[in-house]
């Protein structure tokens, strides 16, 4: 059978998933879940069926009309894939005719989902992260982007809290018996203290992009399309923050079309979500290190949004074509901030991101394929590999082909591919056969090739042209002559400047250049983590011991991946010391991880061991 996806033991022979109807118990007191999933298949199927499965015990499979048992089996796990749950589904033959199934009913549980993160402190919560194959940890499923799904869902939780869900709120109900089905017995079902909420997604979406959360959680609408959900001590500072944005949705649909989603809410999770936002339709998660009082953090909210055309609305197929949902997210992004906050504004981001994919070429200068905008990722874990190419690397493409045609040119286009491929997920030659089809002679004015399949940075990527950009790289480089910024010089700095400028500095900066930066400037104790980090991991990568307990509290602190991946790396690195230390915190701080971001740490302190 041949594989439809790299990452997913689902075959191009077998019929995909086109609807979920989901039921789980959540149980708090053993950070455990018990469901059952009714899958219902594209079309009729006799035979075998593989779906995907990660640290999932599963109880039963069963013909949801007949009730009769489903012959199945459960792979050994694959470290990258997970285990493959392989379906005997009846059909024609020498017995009584069978009708091929159109749908199966599953029985499962786990404790140890690499998508769910159960907390305790300061109150019960949990939440989930998808991407990108994770979603079979949370339930069987087709765990391809090449599925699309709409789905149902029942959760039962405790009445003292709440669940949100990245699709339509139904109800909130008292359990009803019998209604659990094969997920647990009545008895927990319908125990005293549980509360059930219904929810339901009417548009087709990729796994990765389902998500629920279950906490004390509070909201306050902000726009006529938009409320913001988080804990009752950072809802209201939320609500400030992200003011602006249906400024920011209606420049989005200027630009690319109508929002198809109806709602955009946003969810701001505990400080261990591991990324800086999830672009879960209709809900986007988000960090709350993204709240930092000044124009930077609407960046985030801007690439989540814009990713309601490039990349819900049209998806990769597989991971080897995740460039097309992250690259022409960032250049979608950059074009809404510029509308909404200015062109310097855009072109700082620009530069930020010229800085960054230098710096993800740098990391990968063992192993280049993984500079490639499409890599080859048989065997590969993408959350390994996780870097800035597909973003920085894809929007240099996109960049370049709007430069080489003009702008209104490119934005005719973007909207048109936008409309043809809405509710798909396409590969990249799908989209290159498109650009060639709708512009004319394109490939003999770019090299494609070379920009899709050659390794590093092509030699007509541009590093952005700004004045302020061009100031702050000035500064920069003044440094290494003893020379700060002065105070007249950073008086309108704010958190994308200075990370601008320590992203600008030499690697081998002295440690007492670092030292005095900081007592000016307090660079080590800043609100915006963007640039506490970046200042961090330049002072420890200088030798500078004396913020070692300053990184301590901030990895005890925060769960983010690109965080802890920066000063566990500068940490591990810089001294026998510092990689004592590293590990000394990891395992203090592992249970406030998320579980893709323990594994991100641990393969971090493995390298450096």
């Known amino acids: 059978m041949a594989p439809l996806d790299p990452h997913s033991y689902a075959d191009g022979e077998s019929p995909l998933t086109t609807h979920v109807a989901l039921t789980v118990y959540l149980d708090f007191a053993t950070c455990s879940l018990h469901g059952s999933v009714l899958l219902t298949l594209s079309a009729p199927h006799s035979g075998a069926l593989c779906l995907d499965t990660r640290s999932l015990t599963i109880h039963s499979a069963i013909d949801p009309t007949s009730l009769s048992p489903i012959p199945f089996s459960l792979s050994p796990p694959d470290p990258v894939l997970g285990s493959r749950l392989s379906l005997s589904l009846p059909g024609p033959g020498p017995g009584p005719a069978e009708t091929p199934l159109s749908s199966v009913l599953i029985s499962f549980s786990t404790a140890s989902s690499s998508a769910l993160h159960f907390l305790s402190s300061p109150f019960p919560y949990a939440y989930t992260h998808c991407h990108s194959i994770h979603a079979r940890s949370l339930f069987p499923c087709h765990d391809t982007p090449a599925a699309r799904l709409r789905f149902t869902a029942l959760l039962n939780i405790p009445s003292s809290l709440s669940a949100v869900m990245a699709a339509r709120h139904h109800a909130r109900r008292h359990p009803v018996p019998s209604e659990a089905g094969l997920s647990c017995p009545d008895s927990l079902w319908c125990a005293p203290g549980r509360i059930v909420q219904h929810f339901v997604m009417d548009q087709p979406i990729p796994p990765y992009l389902f998500a629920f959360a279950v906490g004390h959680i509070v909201s306050r609408d902000i726009g006529p399309r938009t409320r913001v959900y988080a804990g009752p001590d950072v809802v209201d500072e939320a609500a400030r923050e992200f003011a602006a944005t249906e400024e920011m949705i209606r420049a989005g649909e200027?630009?690319?079309?109508?929002?198809?989603?109806?709602?955009?809410?946003?969810?701001?999770?505990?400080?261990?979500?591991?990324?800086?936002?999830?672009?879960?339709?209709?809900?986007?998660?988000?960090?709350?290190?993204?709240?930092?009082?000044?124009?930077?953090?609407?960046?985030?909210?801007?690439?989540?949004?814009?990713?309601?055309?490039?990349?819900?609305?049209?998806?990769?197929?597989?991971?080897?074509?995740?460039?097309?949902?992250?690259?022409?997210?960032?250049?979608?992004?950059?074009?809404?901030?510029?509308?909404?906050?200015?062109?310097?504004?855009?072109?700082?981001?620009?530069?930020?991101?010229?800085?960054?994919?230098?710096?993800?070429?740098?990391?990968?200068?063992?192993?280049?394929?993984?500079?490639?905008?499409?890599?080859?990722?048989?065997?590969?874990?993408?959350?390994?590999?996780?870097?800035?190419?597909?973003?920085?690397?894809?929007?240099?493409?996109?960049?370049?082909?709007?430069?080489?045609?003009?702008?209104?040119?490119?934005?005719?286009?973007?909207?048109?591919?936008?409309?043809?491929?809405?509710?798909?997920?396409?590969?990249?030659?799908?989209?290159?056969?498109?650009?060639?089809?709708?512009?004319?002679?394109?490939?003999?004015?770019?090299?494609?090739?070379?920009?899709?399949?050659?390794?590093?940075?092509?030699?007509?990527?541009?590093?952005?042209?700004?004045?302020?950009?061009?100031?702050?790289?000035?500064?920069?480089?003044?440094?290494?002559?003893?020379?700060?910024?002065?105070?007249?010089?950073?008086?309108?700095?704010?958190?994308?400047?200075?990370?601008?400028?320590?992203?600008?500095?030499?690697?081998?900066?002295?440690?007492?250049?670092?030292?005095?930066?900081?007592?000016?400037?307090?660079?080590?104790?800043?609100?915006?983590?963007?640039?506490?980090?970046?200042?961090?991991?330049?002072?420890?990568?200088?030798?500078?011991?004396?913020?070692?307990?300053?990184?301590?509290?901030?990895?005890?602190?925060?769960?983010?991946?690109?965080?802890?991946?920066?000063?566990?790396?500068?940490?591990?690195?810089?001294?026998?010391?510092?990689k004592m230390l590293a590990r000394r915190i990891y395992a203090e701080a592992r249970n406030c991880y998320h579980p893709i971001a323990q594994g991100v740490v641990e393969s971090i302190l493995s390298k450096h061991a």
């Open 254 to 578: 200027k630009l690319f079309g109508p929002y198809d989603w109806e709602r955009f809410d946003l969810l701001v999770l505990p400080m261990s979500f591991p990324y800086a936002g999830m672009e879960n339709p209709r809900m986007v998660f988000l960090t709350p290190t993204v709240i930092k009082g000044d124009p930077a953090g609407a960046d985030v909210v801007a690439h989540e949004l814009a990713h309601s055309w490039t990349g819900n609305l049209i998806t990769n197929k597989t991971n080897e074509d995740y460039w097309l949902n992250e690259g022409f997210t960032t250049y979608a992004e950059r074009r809404i901030v510029e509308v909404v906050q200015g062109e310097e504004r855009a072109a700082l981001s620009m530069g930020r991101g010229w800085r960054e994919l230098n710096r993800a070429v740098e990391r990968f200068r063992d192993n280049m394929e993984f500079t490639k905008l499409k890599p080859c990722m048989q065997g590969i874990d993408p959350d390994d590999v996780h870097s800035q190419i597909p973003y920085e690397k894809g929007f240099q493409f996109f960049w370049r082909i709007e430069r080489q045609v003009g702008r209104p040119v490119f934005d005719e286009f973007t909207k048109k591919y936008i409309s043809t491929f809405k509710f798909q997920s396409i590969d990249t030659e799908t989209f290159i056969d498109f650009l060639k089809a709708n512009v004319p002679g394109i490939e003999n004015q770019i090299d494609l090739r070379l920009w899709v399949e050659g390794i590093g940075i092509p030699p007509d990527a541009m590093e952005p042209i700004s004045a302020v950009y061009n100031k702050i790289k000035t500064l920069a480089s003044e440094l290494k002559n003893g020379q700060m910024p002065g105070d007249d010089e950073v008086a309108q700095w704010n958190g994308q400047e200075w990370q601008l400028y320590l992203e600008n500095l030499s690697s081998n900066i002295d440690p007492s250049q670092a030292l005095a930066l900081d007592a000016r400037y307090r660079l080590s104790e800043s609100r915006d983590w963007e640039v506490k980090v970046a200042f961090l991991e330049l002072a420890i990568s200088a030798g500078c011991k004396e913020y070692y307990a300053e990184a301590e509290r901030s990895l005890k602190q925060v769960g983010r991946m690109r965080y802890l991946r920066l000063l566990y790396t500068a940490l591990a690195k810089c001294s026998d010391e510092g």
